[in-house]
């Protein structure tokens, strides 16, 4: 008896094994396309990347259903890098060990990209970085390294249009301690005084660990009385933002305030409260899915992948998961168009070649001067009204 | 530019942040005056109080007042938690080795609080809402005259607790001369047990007092618990008043030094004070019961 109860279990064990080694063979017929994927999954930014990560799923499990890329499934590696710049690096050093990973997703936040950025480039990988990135690492003209999000400099430009179509003469711009929110005021300053505008950057600036602003902004209130400054910009990003608004507006100071792209999240609203509203700023789309033109060429793009994150998580998209899309779909489209054998080299050329793809936040254009892909028109202005994003339209300046 | 100008209202927003330190530093005093632990999760007790009341007011839907309550009497209980899984184990350690220990409970409170109820921060509605007063040149928010008033309750609660009861009094026999407290009958471990839920508890209070002014996330508590152990240090380390006298000097200080420097530089001005005090006047500025005058 106990022996046959032994061949039995012996028996259905071996059956198991078979099945466990042979089933993937008849499920993929070709060998999937490995994507690492390096995130913020712990730390400050967990929130925030876990709808990316949502995001990216969902994508990837729809494109495989779909019988992937000529047959091959798209395979995400996620791995935490906890906001740590030793294990950004340990993490693509990790993934560039893989000959099947072809490109890298992520970091997200400035101050991890060089590192990534630097790794990629020496080990011939494409960098995939979700953030845009300060002047002095877009300066090194990278070959491997590609962002996604909209650049400094189109935010810039995009907000001077703003400011011109408000007619704001004087701004006043009060900057965070970092490089990005720095490059993002003296680009305010360079184009707003092309067009005609006096912009006047603060000697003070604020850490994005600060509490209270207060003190900052009680220098700065002779300022705005004495210059008589139109508009107060906020070139900041996170809990700042909203920090400021309070600040200033317990000071009794009434003037406008502009924000960055890093104002169009809920949570900032909800921290803000009724000092957000009236607060300005130019976007991404995915803030507005449901207010873009009728004839928008990425309507049709944002409108379908927000009913599928609706249907799948029970919330609509955000510029976050947006992002998270326009990765996927980049990666997506650059496989298809390789030329001959999928290698980390043909996929960056294809890359490096994507032309016209319509995404959630634009249409992205990639060329070898340009890895930022997109451009001030996939950008629009949005004012919050009754603790919500509200799309403003100006005739000349869309 | 006339610097002078800018002094009303620079002291009326250091006094807000002011009475916030002093808040932090009498939880820091209340428990070691009964252990002479230096409790480094205290930060992350005012932390809590902030983020337990948002998660009781927007998720459980509870009354502001009432989630206000149940928050502080959670933040307690974790507070007893504490003292039973973190500290009466390691009773017979030294100080340094419980020192570590609460640098240990702090960081784990915080991660535990980032992965339960999320890592973006997060901000209460103010205690009753309007517009900012304005005195004169300067205006205050309603919130920070809240602030005030409660932390002036707190302090004359906390003094007769300690000066006015025996159970305070036990408390700081404790610590004072464990020998005598023994003799006395005075169970030790359950003072400080007690210690941590009263430390555990001004903070909560804290937490929920700022939280609508100053956003709290589940990493905010470090540099709370840092600022209110300066501020304690620097106004005697030990004593109610000397917390509260050492929060409000530090608030000022910070707030004020932005006449003459940077802002950059703002966080390195509590820094600096310390530093100055440590080699001035040891003691702080009203002396403290445990460090010895004769060894300076």
């Known amino acids: 008896m106990t022996t046959f109860k032994g061949k039995g279990f012996l028996f259905s064990f071996l059956v198991l094994i078979f099945v466990a080694w042979a089933s993937p063979a008849y499920v993929a017929e070709k060998s999937p396309y490995k994507i690492g994927v390096n995130l913020e999954f712990t730390g400050p930014w967990a929130e925030v990347t876990k709808t990316m990560k949502n995001a990216m799923v969902l994508e990837v499990e729809r494109i495989n259903k779909m019988g992937g890329v000529d047959g091959h499934p798209i395979e995400l590696i996620f791995e935490d890098n906890g906001f740590d710049l030793t294990r950004v690096a340990a993490n693509i050093t990790k993934f560039t060990k893989d000959n099947k990973i072809i490109a890298v997703v992520g970091p997200f936040e400035d101050n991890l990209q060089a590192t990534s950025r630097a790794i990629a480039e020496r080990e011939k990988i494409t960098n995939i970085i979700i953030c845009p990135s300060n002047p002095q690492v877009r300066a090194l003209k990278q070959k491997w390294a590609f962002n996604i999000a909209q650049s400094d400099i189109i935010v810039s430009q995009k907000l001077v249009d703003l400011s011109l179509a408000r007619k704001y003469k004087k701004a006043l711009v009060f900057h965070a301690a970092h490089p990005l929110a720095q490059s993002l005021a003296e680009y305010y300053k360079k184009f707003g005084e092309e067009k005609g505008m006096k912009v006047i950057i603060s000697k003070e600036t604020h850490k994005p660990t600060d509490i209270d602003m207060t003190p900052q902004l009680i220098k700065l209130k002779p300022i705005i009385e004495k210059e008589k400054i139109d508009v107060f910009y906020a070139s900041t990003a996170g809990p700042p933002g909203p920090i400021i608004c309070r600040n200033l507006r317990t000071l009794g100071v009434k003037t406008p305030i502009l924000g960055t792209h890093a104002f169009g999240f809920g949570f900032i609203i909800a921290l803000g409260g009724e000092a957000m509203e009236g607060v300005e700023f130019g976007a991404g789309k995915p803030v507005v899915p449901d207010q873009l033109d009728e004839n928008d060429p990425v309507r049709p793009v944002v409108t379908d992948f927000d009913k599928r994150m609706r249907e799948r998580y029970g919330v609509g998209i955000d510029q976050i998961a947006g992002h998270a899309h326009d990765a996927i779909s980049l990666i997506e489209d650059a496989l298809k168009r390789c030329q001959g054998k999928v290698t980390r080299s043909t996929f960056r050329d294809a890359l490096e070649n994507t032309k016209g793809l319509k995404n959630c936040h634009g249409v992205y254009n990639y060329s070898p001067t340009d890895h930022d892909g997109l451009s001030k028109t996939d950008m629009v202005f949005i004012r919050i009204e009754g603790g919500k994003f509200k799309r403003v339209r100006f005739p000349r300046f869309e | ?296």
């Open chain 2, 1 to 296: 530019m006339n610097l002078w100008a800018y002094i009303p209202q620079l002291l009326a927003s250091g006094i807000t942040i002011g009475a916030i330190y002093a808040l932090v530093a009498l939880g820091f005093v209340t428990i070691s005056r009964a252990s002479q632990i230096i409790n480094f999760a205290q930060g992350e007790f005012v932390m809590l109080g902030g983020i337990i009341t948002f998660f009781l007011l927007k998720a459980v839907n509870l009354p502001y007042p009432f989630a206000a309550l149940i928050a502080i009497v959670i933040v307690i209980l974790i507070g007893f938690m504490m003292h039973v899984l973190v500290i009466y184990p390691l009773r017979k350690a030294s100080v340094l080795i419980l020192l570590m220990a609460t640098l240990g409970a702090s960081i784990f409170l915080s991660s535990t609080s980032g992965l339960i109820f999320g890592t973006l921060p997060k901000a209460l509605p103010p205690f009753s809402s309007g517009s900012p007063l304005s005195i004169g040149e300067i205006s205050v928010l309603p919130q920070s005259i809240w602030i005030l008033l409660s932390t002036f309750v707190l302090l004359i609660l906390l003094h007769l607790l300690s000066h006015r009861t025996v159970l305070g009094k036990a408390m700081e026999a404790s610590s004072t001369d464990p020998l005598g407290a023994d003799l006395l009958g005075i169970s030790r471990n359950l003072m400080v047990f007690l210690a941590f839920g009263v430390g555990a508890g001004v903070g909560a209070v804290a937490g929920i007092l700022i939280t609508p002014i100053f956003f709290t996330s589940y990493s905010s508590g470090t540099i709370l618990g840092l600022k209110g152990f300066i501020a304690a240090v620097l106004g005697g380390w030990g004593k109610n008043s000397g917390a509260i006298l050492g929060g409000f000097v530090l608030g000022v200080a910070e707030a004020l030094s932005l006449v003459f420097i940077p802002s950059g530089y703002k966080d390195a001005v509590a820094f600096v004070i310390l530093l100055l005090i440590l080699y001035f006047r040891p003691k702080g500025i009203l002396g403290s019961p445990f460090i010895d005058s004769r060894r300076w």
